[in-house]
């Protein structure tokens, strides 16, 4: 079976840094993938990670430790227009295997 | 440019009665997926098709019919065996190994 974690929501001031960590059991692994997702709109990709270690572009950076099944996504500088769901999703083998979702990190940003 | 239309934006179904979504997609992706995604949850798999006059069940499968007999399109019906449509789809395509385009979604409500 496929299961991920994440946790459902998460609160963070503006300018400041939040991780957000999602935990993953699979039967087979070929890829993670992170996506931002404003209410009522469709999934934006945001990073994507297939070997360990961390991935950095601009403000964000997502993480991966296939050992341990685990990845986060790093938001730096926030900003008011980060509040959003952030959907974590892992591949299995297979070239266009469908990829499994996470039920999604609500974060809001405050002033 | 490129990407994935999907129509109406919303939709609204009668007691008893079928509705199709539509989406189109001018990528040239040989793989689409329909997503079905509930208030607060992340995204779960209805159908995906890996090549034309093909497709393989996802996880939720029933009360859903689809059908792929061009490459640019993957029409889903959503039949009265589902008795709980209400939710907001979402279409998506890839090309193998990369990563997930969404369409903008439908919202499906029940009259």
């Known amino acids: 079976g496929q299961n991920i974690d994440q946790p459902t929501e998460m609160t963070a001031t503006e300018g400041a840094i939040v991780q957000i960590n999602c935990t993953y059991q699979?039967?087979?692994?070929?890829?993670l993938f992170w996506y931002q997702q404003h209410a009522g709109e469709a999934p934006t990709f945001l990073s994507y990670?297939?070997?360990?270690g961390l991935e950095e572009k601009g403000r964000f950076s997502s993480f991966l430790s296939r050992s341990k099944g685990y990845s986060y996504l790093l938001l730096k500088e926030l900003q008011m227009k980060d509040s959003a769901s952030y959907l974590c999703?892992?591949?299995?083998?297979?070239?266009?295997?469908?990829?499994?979702f996470g039920k999604g990190t609500r974060l809001s940003v405050i002033a | 440019d490129g990407g994935i239309t999907q129509s109406p934006k919303y939709l609204f179904r009668k007691e008893g009665q079928n509705v199709t979504l539509s989406c189109e997609q001018n990528l040239n992706h040989d793989a689409m997926y329909w997503y079905r995604q509930d208030p607060g949850q992340g995204l779960r798999l209805i159908y995906y098709?890996?090549?034309?006059?093909?497709?393989q069940k996802g996880d939720i499968a029933e009360g859903y019919s689809v059908s792929r007999e061009k490459k640019e399109s993957f029409p889903l019906t959503v039949t009265s065996a589902q008795k709980n449509p209400t939710a907001f789809y979402l279409c998506?395509?890839?090309?193998?190994?990369?990563?997930?385009?969404f369409g903008s979604g439908t919202q499906l409500s029940v009259l």
């Open positions: 999703a892992v591949r299995d083998v297979g070239g266009n295997t469908p990829l499994v």
């Open positions: 990670n297939v070997l360990d």
């Open positions: 998506a395509s890839t090309k193998e190994r990369e990563k997930l385009f």
């Open positions: 699979t039967s087979g692994f070929n890829g």
């Open positions: 098709s890996q090549i034309v006059n093909d497709f």
